[in-house]
């Protein structure tokens, strides 16, 4: 499983959130890459309010900090329960990013 | 070391009094400020020579739509869009124009309104980073990321919610001496550890309630100070950091770290030394990892300090003694002079509530912006009861 994420074409660093220029070089030159889509727990909340519409009805909800094993640190919705230091696996699903425990 | 701060007094702080829902503009609340402090200091509009705002609400203006709004004529101007870092940056700015002259009289002010509207608009254009991997999480807004920072340190420490409830407890028992407080019952562990989950382990009593508000002083020269007729608060020492350890997945330590030596240093004092600390409390958690930061516990002991620390008006290091923003409210960037604000009032001997016996030089820190996942922008300050003239 790979995951699509911006990659800086001169130092090589993950980029998250998106960037215009490289947050370690200032590289201009970012491309998107297909990288390593696993990475670890560092911390999570189940949520029970949310100012989204979308979200209203979908309470509780999981949020994961996830570090990738690329470097970059993401948010992303847990599909089921989910702890510290738990191996995840990430995927793109309607523009979000959804972890997964493998 | 920095240059000293000398010759630079902070006087007439100032409140607008909270209010939890507001129909008029962040202009309004920061108008009423400056009208506040002109006539505290006992000054004419055109006298202000320097103007540094804040606000989060104020959008599509800055502190450049304010003096028009005003009829102000400055030569000194600043927009400081920190948030909870900004009361301590307006100060050190301001300072620096004082002593070199671009400057005589600076209002420092920060405001913001509150309402359904307003409180969307801040949730949903806060930063770049936030709109795009942050928001459409979920849309748990602050509490969302601050759950995860508050988990990362229980976990990481062993501390309990029993712990950090601690300090929530006594700072609402300093919030209920406070009359300008929105929130004024005090509170009991229990209530905090039975308070309704928001995001865990963030519950109700973690969180600051938003409302409409203003904060301000004047920043001027001691000789201006003395020929106003005005007692003042000098400036000991003084730091900011913006984005520390970047690029580290660590979250636990606040800004303030990188800096703590120096600041002690250039004020030639330690924690020990402090009559009171102000934090920026937008969680207690945060409060914890602000005194870990600068030293006044060990790096993760937060939990210990508290618990063997009465933090009360009455107690060995009164902490965020007007009750914070967990007992006024958050009045949006206002919260990040709050307690600047109270520091002065207190080393002024002119409190709200009541006046810590003695004191004479006090810590007030600044922590904010959230713009991804976690609060970019630190600021501190030793201050110390200056004269009277």
Not at chain 2, 82 to 93: C, E, F, L, P, Y
Not at chain 2, 105 to 122: L, M, P, W
Not at chain 2, 138 to 148: H, I, S
Not at chain 2, 318 to 347: C, D, F, I, K, W
Request: proline share 5%.
């Amino acid at each position: 499983m790979s995951l699509t994420l911006q990659v800086c074409q001169d130092c090589g660093a993950l980029q998250y959130p998106r960037r215009d220029v490289c947050g370690q070089c200032l590289s201009p030159n970012l491309k998107n890459e297909n990288v390593s889509a696993q990475g670890t727990v560092l911390s999570w909340t189940q949520g029970h309010f949310s100012v989204l519409p979308a979200f209203k009805d979908k309470t509780p909800l999981t949020l994961v900090r996830v570090k990738l094993d690329g470097g970059a640190v993401v948010l992303a919705l847990a599909k089921g329960p989910l702890a510290t230091h738990a191996r995840v696996l990430l995927a793109m699903t309607e523009g979000l990013l959804i972890a997964v425990a493998t | 070391m920095p240059q000293p701060y000398e010759g630079v007094a902070l006087v007439c702080p100032v409140t607008v009094p909270y209010e939890k829902r507001s129909d008029k503009p962040a202009a309004w609340w920061i108008g009423r400020a400056l009208k506040a402090l002109i006539d505290a200091a006992g000054l004419e509009k055109t006298d202000i020579d320097g103007f540094a705002a804040t606000s989060f609400t104020l959008s599509p203006d800055t502190s450049v739509g304010l003096i028009e709004h005003y009829g102000l004529t400055p030569r000194y101007l600043e927009w400081i869009p920190t948030g909870g870092a900004s009361g301590v940056m307006a100060i050190k700015r301001a300072a620096r124009a004082v002593q070199a002259g671009d400057a005589d009289i600076v209002a420092c002010i920060a405001g913001d309104t509150n309402n359904a509207e307003s409180f969307q608009g801040i949730l949903e254009n806060f930063s770049r980073f936030s709109t795009q991997a942050v928001l459409p999480y979920g849309g748990l807004g602050p509490n969302g990321v601050f759950a995860m920072i508050m988990r990362q340190y229980m976990e990481a420490f062993g501390a309990t919610r029993d712990d950090i409830g601690r300090l929530a407890v006594m700072q609402r028992a300093n919030g209920a001496t406070n009359p300008l407080a929105l929130l004024t019952s005090q509170i009991t562990l229990d209530d905090y550890m039975n308070a309704r989950p928001i995001a865990e382990p963030v519950h109700l009593l973690d969180c600051v309630m938003p409302c409409a508000g203003a904060d301000g002083l004047l920043v001027i020269s001691i000789d201006r100070a003395k020929s106003l007729g005005l007692p003042w608060v000098q400036i000991d020492g003084a730091i900011e950091r913006h984005n520390a350890y970047a690029g580290s997945e660590q979250i636990l330590k606040t800004g303030h770290m990188m800096d703590a030596g120096s600041l002690w240093e250039q004020a030639g004092a330690a924690p020990s030394e402090m009559d009171f600390l102000q934090t920026y409390d937008d969680y207690p958690v945060i409060s914890m990892m602000q005194m870990e930061a600068l030293g006044f516990c060990p790096f993760g002991d937060a939990k210990t300090f508290v618990a063997q620390t009465d933090m009360t008006l009455t107690g060995m290091l009164p902490h965020n003694t007007s009750g914070g923003q967990l007992a006024m409210g958050q009045a949006g960037a206002a919260g990040g002079y709050l307690g600047l604000v109270e520091a002065m009032r207190q080393l002024l001997h002119q409190p709200l509530g009541p006046q810590i016996a003695g004191a004479t030089k006090g810590c007030v820190m600044g922590y904010g912006m959230v713009n991804y996942d976690r609060g970019l922008c630190s600021s501190a300050a030793v201050l110390s009861r200056g004269g009277t003239p």
